[in-house]
């Protein structure tokens, strides 16, 4: 079992540039979460999957933000005219969803982002 | 609306001191999910324990225990007889339950950094 990855690592980007964040859960997991987090502060979520199906968004997520999980499997979360407020960490979870079957959320490495 | 505070910032200890890490979360649901989880130097967090809000049991894992008290909202994690590992931030979270009985999304706190020192 290789874990939640995520790719970039790190990503540095000038003001008013677009950038694309991949996420993979492990495998079997029918759940994919997106947080963001930043210095001194606790994870914020920014929206979730079932399979490809986008289930909830947050206000935290602007128009700026799209997410998507085409096949159900990896997912990528573009923003778009990148702010220096950008800048944080974007976490990725993942976990399996049942009705009779719930487990945690294992998280990714994170990228971080830096809007210069 | 669901929050969780973690009002101890940062707490420095000594190697071998036992340390009481502080949550207190509000929700409206009757059924919730209470969880801990670790963030050591490397960034990735670690999942300590879950808890839903009809299990108050303490609960007891080698030189970690978790207090549950729904009197005061309250959700708090000890380590006992700390060591230089246990350096780390460490965040308290709330979930609501989920349509399919299981939960969502994770509310955390600011989190707590613990400085343990040999």
């Known amino acids: 079992d290789t874990g939640v990855s995520q790719d970039p690592r790190h990503k540095i980007t000038k003001r008013g540039q677009n950038v694309t964040f991949r996420c993979d859960p492990i495998s079997e997991h029918n759940r994919l979460y997106w947080y963001r987090q930043t210095l001194g502060q606790g994870p914020e979520f920014l929206t979730y999957f079932q399979n490809e199906a986008q289930l909830e968004k947050s206000r935290l997520l602007s128009d700026r933000f799209s997410a998507e999980r085409p096949k159900g499997s990896f997912s990528t979360l573009e923003i778009q005219r990148t702010e220096q407020g950008d800048s944080a960490m974007y976490l990725c979870a993942s976990s399996l969803e049942g009705t009779s079957v719930n487990y945690e959320q294992y998280f990714g490495p994170g990228t971080r982002l830096t809007v210069t | 609306a669901q929050k969780v505070t973690q009002a101890q910032t940062e707490i420095s200890v000594v190697e071998k001191e036992d340390v009481t890490l502080d949550c207190v979360y509000e929700?409206?649901?009757?059924?919730?999910?209470l969880f801990w989880y670790k963030q050591p130097p490397s960034g990735e967090l670690v999942f300590l324990i879950r808890?839903?809000?009809?299990?108050?049991q303490n609960e007891i894992s080698g030189r970690y225990s978790w207090n549950f008290q729904k009197s005061t909202s309250s959700f708090n994690f000890t380590i006992t007889a700390s060591q230089v590992v246990d350096s780390a931030v460490y965040f308290c979270?709330?979930?609501?339950?989920?349509?399919?009985?299981?939960?969502?999304?994770?509310?955390f706190g600011a989190g707590t950094r613990l400085a343990v020192h040999p």
């Open positions: 979270a709330l979930s609501e339950e989920g349509f399919s009985g299981g939960y969502n999304k994770l509310i």
């Open positions: 808890r839903n809000s009809f299990d108050e």
């Open positions: 929700t409206r649901d009757t059924t919730y999910y």
